[in-house]
């Protein structure tokens, strides 16, 4: 089986070939910084985290990128209200760009406390000007982008210029919805979007930047071009983002960048929206959870399994009682652990160790709700091998559940030292009691004293002591 990833923009399930042999190249869509997160950002994060640590662990140099939008519309109206007259928020007189840095820090610590990855390169839109500039350019020179026809001093492309416009979504751009960003009586064309936006009246002059056209701020589809072509060059492997940017922004990014002669993404992949009563979480439409919530309710380990369960491409409809069924079915694969654990059994392990099945189906596009089955009847089958004393039979399953947890990224937020620690000890002083025990009984049966032999199981017995008696001598486990 080789890898296979759903790509949106064909609509089919296509054989994962790297454009750089051994190494796969990432792009996806980060946060526009106007505000804390919410879990469905957090889950889009999360999935192509996942995503990420998989392509590492089948053996590919993996690079990632995730923009920073520190410059929008949205950053600006929201530092503007810390300067009106009645604000009497946290922050008062807040500039843009420490309103942007801020909340770019929380998004980082949701992001670290769900042990989400850093990217290779995480660039912020603001230090990306120039580069976006030469990019305009390129398209203005080519044919496919203007200066607006009224005095406006935004630059826009042209849809009409470029036969190829539409094809992400597939739709025609007579059937297209209007670019909302500009007065049309500046455009050829009203579903023409901004590539840059000229500095308007009453906005900060710290919030634009110089350039051929005046001064002004990149449009946001563009930020993505320039930053991809930047760091991963002009034909990458995977674009990745919510559901929710296909269209325009993910339309768009592609015209730009393959109107400016880049080959750009061979696929597209876009999460599921977490919804909440079967509405996108959005900012907008104020139906938010933060992570934050949920880690006041819940382990990050919880979290994390809880945002990471579904399979990537499907809803995720927020559910608070979910949070307890996904905390309830994390821990059972954590006390497995802590178990092994404590019967001084290795929680080492290496690729080999893991099921093929769960490769399978991870390779299937990433089929998390299948691999995730995999893991729990592994983890049955090493605690029945365990509580059956068979250590040599539950290694190579806890090596397996190990691995597994670890490429799913939940190993490094379980709780396994302290509590295998104090397992350990607490299994060790029961230990030499039971084998104490064991050896009387054997000696008495040694000497034929049966009646001597029964009190002793019987001994063992009412404390919660089972032993089997096999050819390997006697093993004894914990009545559950
Ligand atoms: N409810 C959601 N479920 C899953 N992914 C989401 C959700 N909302 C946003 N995302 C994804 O998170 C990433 C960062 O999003 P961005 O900052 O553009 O948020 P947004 O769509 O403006 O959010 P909001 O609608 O709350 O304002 C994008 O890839 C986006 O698709
Ligand atoms: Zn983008």
């Keep these: 089986m080789t890898l296979r990833f759903y790509d949106t923009a064909s609509a089919t399930t296509k054989d994962f070939v790297p454009v750089h042999p051994g190494e796969a190249r990432l792009y996806y869509c980060g946060a526009t910084v106007q505000g804390a997160p919410h879990i469905g950002h957090v889950r889009s994060a999360l999935v192509f985290d996942v995503l990420a640590r998989w392509l590492r662990f089948r053996g590919l140099e993996v690079t990632t990128v995730r923009n920073v939008t520190d410059i929008d519309d949205k950053i600006l109206v929201n530092s503007r209200a810390s300067f009106a007259a009645d604000y009497s928020g946290e922050h008062p007189r807040e500039q843009w760009w420490a309103l942007a840095y801020r909340f770019e820090r929380v998004f980082g610590q949701a992001y670290a406390a769900l042990g989400i990855d850093p990217p290779s390169y995480e660039p912020r839109a603001t230090g990306h000007v120039p580069e976006m500039h030469a990019l305009i350019q390129e398209l203005i020179d080519a044919g496919h982008a203007y200066p607006a026809l009224d005095d406006s001093g935004d630059v826009y492309f042209d849809v009409r210029s470029w036969p190829r ?12 919805q209007d670019a909302p960003d500009a007065d ?16 308007k009246e009453g906005e900060p002059l710290t919030a634009s930047w110089d350039s051929p056209w005046g001064r002004g701020r990149p449009g946001w589809h563009l930020e993505c071009s320039a930053m991809a072509d930047k760091y991963l060059g002009a034909h990458f492997d995977i674009h990745g983002g919510g559901l929710d940017l296909r269209f325009p922004h993910h339309e768009n990014e592609l015209a730009q960048s393959t109107a400016a002669g880049r080959e750009f993404a061979n696929f597209w992949l876009h999460n599921g929206l977490v919804t909440y009563q079967g509405e996108k979480m959005s900012k907008s439409i104020g139906n938010t959870v933060s992570p934050q919530d949920m880690l006041r309710a819940a382990r990050p380990l919880a979290v994390r399994y809880y945002l990471g369960q579904a399979h990537y491409r499907s809803v995720l409809d927020y559910r608070p009682t979910s949070l307890q069924e996904a905390t309830a079915a994390v821990e059972r694969v954590e006390s497995l652990l802590v178990s092994a654990a404590g019967a001084g059994l290795d929680l080492t392990w290496t690729t080999g160790d893991v099921p093929a099945e769960f490769v399978t189906v991870m390779d299937d596009d990433l089929n998390v709700p299948r691999a995730l089955a995999v893991l729990h009847e592994t983890v049955r089958a090493a605690n029945s091998a365990l509580s059956s004393g068979d250590h040599r039979a539950a290694r190579p399953l806890v090596a397996a559940v190990a691995g597994m947890t670890d490429v799913l990224g939940l190993l490094q937020l379980m709780d396994l030292r302290g509590a295998a620690n104090d397992d350990a000890a607490e299994h060790r002083a029961l230990d030499a009691l039971v084998q104490d025990l064991l050896a009387q009984r054997a000696a008495a049966r040694e000497a034929r004293d049966w009646a001597l032999a029964d009190r002793l199981r019987d001994r063992l017995k009412a404390a919660g002591v089972v032993v089997k008696d096999g050819a390997q001598g006697s093993a004894w486990s914990v009545e559950s």
């Design 165 to 176: 416009y539409g094809e992400l979504t597939r739709q025609r751009v007579a059937d297209m």
């Design 184 to 199: 049309p009586r500046g455009k050829r064309d009203p579903r023409d979007f901004a590539l840059w936006k000229g500095h």
